[in-house]
């Protein structure tokens, strides 16, 4: 065996599709056999796949960009994917899928290799505790690498404190970054974080307006449509823009909030769960854990709380274990209680949108541009979508298209629209 693509091709000897259903990792793949191609992605659809079908040819690509420009004929319907924004003929493979592709007659098979739970788990608070801190430290230890120590981007808050408790605890050393901007930064959280655990820390002041700058490029890496999701990675793909030095195998805590509702700041525990399945039903196709976003300046990302088995455990527990006592997201406090300061552990959930001071910086050069408060929210999804138009669709670099000019363009639409 001499590699992730050897060992799934031998897989896929022996299983056909359901290979796929074995593996937990972060991948997507492609099989050939002749008059067959199979394209697949994991559980999470944490590598996007894109293709473009036609007569006796698949085109095939992890950036739907890639595939805008290709002549000839307009492909074939694909009636399982779903059709990507102004790029005619191009799909996305869902999340979780193998499409089957027969070259000769044109059809597509999906076949769904995983799916969210639905049903909830009574168990009791000793059990949750201690199996999730057993699989989020098998999914933490499974991405460390071997060169050295591993690099986690440290916020302060308890997702990716967990994270950097359990990577320094498993090699021995850490290195973490904190990212913050000129407006507002967690530097002091992050800090009682790597004091704690003696990593190798650094913090990285960014200016909002060099953020803003970014905003195409991050459009560009995720080729996501959703505002609020770029919100969340235009600052940590300006993090993983201005780390310099050699590539690093990156550890983050993005994704926690999703399967235990760290966002809904909900006590009422229907809602909470009514939050999970709604989130869960709905982040495929969103690119939040594209590795583009770090690729494009030669890190690899890796997060651990999206690990299927970590994901498994945390989706199915019932409501009442992820807020408990007052607090949100229980259950990976508990669980990593021993292993940080208790301000740590305590500590409400703030978002990197907020903590970075992101999602205000993009609200003001809104109304700078005289866009009324209660139409920022829908100005703000206008400017992504002419930014993927012309990064994604059109193929401009995003070093050469101005958030500014977008955000003008807009504002002036906005204000035609209301003379
Ligand atoms: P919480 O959700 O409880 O605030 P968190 O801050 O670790 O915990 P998010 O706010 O959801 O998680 O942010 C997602 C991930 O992005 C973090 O787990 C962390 O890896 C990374 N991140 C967020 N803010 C920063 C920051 N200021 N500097 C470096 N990395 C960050
Ligand atoms: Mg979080
Ligand atoms: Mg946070
Ligand atoms: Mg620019």
């Known amino acids: ?66 595939l805008a420009r290709h002549g000839g004929p307009m492909g074939l319907p694909v009636p399982s994917a779903r059709r990507v924004r102004r790029l005619a003929g191009v799909y996305q493979v869902p999340a979780g899928t193998v499409l089957a592709i027969d070259l000769k007659t044109g059809t597509t098979d999906a076949h769904r290799t995983w799916a969210p739970a639905l049903s909830r788990r009574i168990v009791d608070e000793d059990e949750a505790v201690q199996s999730l801190r057993e699989v989020l430290d098998t999914a933490v230890r499974s991405r460390l690498g071997q060169d050295g120590p591993p690099l986690v981007v440290l916020s302060g808050g308890i997702d990716s404190s967990g994270v950097a408790a359990l990577a320094h605890r498993a090699a021995g050393a850490l290195d973490t970054v904190s990212m913050g901007t000129e407006t507002s930064d967690e530097f002091p959280q992050a800090r009682v974080v790597a004091e704690h655990l003696g990593s190798h820390h650094r913090e990285l002041t960014l200016q909002t307006s060099d953020l803003l700058a970014r905003l195409p490029h991050t459009i560009w890496a995720a080729e996501s449509l959703d505002p609020d999701i770029i919100e969340y990675l235009l600052p940590l793909n300006s993090l993983y823009g201005t780390l310099k030095g050699p590539q690093r195998r990156i550890l983050t805590g993005y994704g926690a909030d999703i399967p235990l509702a760290g966002m809904h700041r909900e006590d009422r525990l229907p809602d909470l769960d009514s939050a999970v399945a709604y989130d869960m039903e709905t982040f495929d196709g969103l690119n939040e854990m594209s590795p583009v976003l770090s690729t494009m300046y030669g890190h690899w990302t890796t997060h651990p709380y999206w690990d299927r088995e970590v994901l498994d455990h945390l989706v199915s527990l019932e409501a009442g274990l992820k807020r408990r006592y007052g607090r949100d997201k229980w259950v990976l406090r508990a669980a990593m209680a021993e292993l940080l300061p208790h301000e740590t552990v305590t500590r409400p959930k703030l978002g990197v949108h907020e903590g970075s001071g992101t999602t205000s910086a993009f609200s003001l050069i809104l109304t700078e541009h005289g866009v009324p408060e209660e139409s920022v929210p829908s100005a703000k999804r206008q400017v992504v979508q002419e930014l993927f138009d012309r990064t994604v669709v059109n193929g401009e670099h995003p070093d050469h298209v101005s958030t500014w000019d977008v955000v003008g363009e807009v504002a002036d639409q906005l204000k035609e629209r209301r003379t």
């Open 1 to 66: 065996m001499t590699g992730d693509a050897d060992l799934l091709l031998q897989l896929f000897h022996r299983y056909g599709i359901h290979a796929f259903r074995l593996v937990n990792g972060r991948y997507a793949a492609t099989v050939a056999t002749g008059q067959c191609v199979y394209l697949a992605t994991d559980h999470a659809g944490s590598v996007p796949l894109y293709i473009r079908p036609g007569r006796g040819e698949v085109f095939a690509s992890t950036e739907a960009k890639t």
